[in-house]
């Protein structure tokens, strides 16, 4: 255990947790910051750097998150756009509302607000970029692009290990508790699965950063930014036109996602329809999908005279 403790790694990851905000470190030689760079040095500046970020990392993610899920409350109290609804029939009671939120508060800061602690260190350890300037866009759109692929593939594993009867019955069933999944449902887990599944959001930047191209910082903000737009809108309970999955297909969106929390099988990837194509476990859902389909374009029957 000492020896552990004493490891060169070790220590880059405790230093982490001393290091003060500083500038005149973080600006590349010659480079003239811009202000967005400014305001974001200034944040750090003089300040613990872990719990900074974590602090930063915590606020941005409660923003983004319920932001996010706003449109779709609002959808709620406007008839004229249930017709987008994905299951009607299913109305959700202020108990339960209140209920989701009361357990996401608890996760919030009880589970992923320690995660967010660690994971500043992390990053140091793995050898993400810290300095201005930021990451050009293309960069960061391309490598969050790269951090979808990975969480999918991830989450589409580790999701499915999760309907293992025992692992379902144990940690998985509070996810399902709710059939017909609202935005902020996307978060409503057990501690146990929030640690697990959050390892395929985290993990595809760290190891990006270890083993093909560095990672910037604000990236991993930006990245956050990206998942949670995607999980907020796939356990929306809503199918609007416009959606992404209307003109991209390998998008899976709230449609491909409501069904799995309807019938509890199938459909078990994140953000794309590949893998459950490939390995099948999409049969139940293609059936259900096309015999709705099939019902909508029907004629109606004409009326006997």
Not at 184 to 193: F, G, N, R
Not at 254 to 262: S, T
Not at 282 to 299: E, G, M, V, W
Request: net charge positive; charged share 15%; with cysteine.
């Amino acid at each position: 255990m000492a020896s552990m403790l004493d490891s060169p790694n070790m220590k880059i990851f405790i230093d982490a947790f001393y290091t003060v905000g500083n500038s005149t470190q973080r600006i590349t030689p010659g480079y003239t910051p811009s202000k967005l760079e400014s305001f974001w040095l200034s944040l750090f500046e003089n300040r613990n750097e872990a719990i900074t970020f974590c602090l930063i990392a915590f606020v941005h993610h409660m923003i983004i998150y319920y932001l996010r899920y706003l449109p779709y409350y609002i959808a709620d109290y406007i008839p004229s756009l249930q017709k987008y609804k994905l299951q009607p029939d299913k109305v959700i009671s202020k108990e339960q509302w209140w209920k989701c939120f009361r357990v996401l508060t608890f996760s919030e800061f009880c589970v992923q607000l320690p995660m967010m602690l660690l994971f500043f260190p992390a990053a140091t350890l793995i050898g993400f970029e810290f300095s201005v300037p930021l990451p050009p866009f293309k960069e960061i759109t391309l490598q969050c692009i790269a951090f979808l692929f990975f969480e999918d593939t991830y989450h589409y594993f580790a999701h499915r290990a999760m309907h293992i009867p025992f692992l379902y019955k144990k940690i998985h069933k509070v996810h399902h508790e709710y059939s017909a999944p609202f935005g902020i449902t996307a978060e409503y887990a057990h501690p146990i699965e929030t640690m697990i599944l959050g390892q395929g959001t985290i993990g595809g930047p760290l190891f990006f950063a270890l083993c093909v191209q560095k990672v910037h910082i604000f990236t991993m903000l930006c990245w956050i930014t990206v998942r949670l737009w995607q999980t907020v809108e796939a356990h929306s309970g809503y199918d609007f036109p416009w959606a992404m999955n209307h003109w991209f297909p390998l998008w899976a969106g709230a449609e491909h996602h409501d069904y799995h929390h309807m019938a509890f099988v199938n459909n078990f990837a994140s953000t794309f329809r590949h893998w459950d194509r490939i390995f099948g476990t999409d049969a139940s859902y293609l059936k259900y999908y096309n015999q709705r389909a099939a019902k909508k374009n029907s004629p109606s029957p004409k009326k006997v005279q």
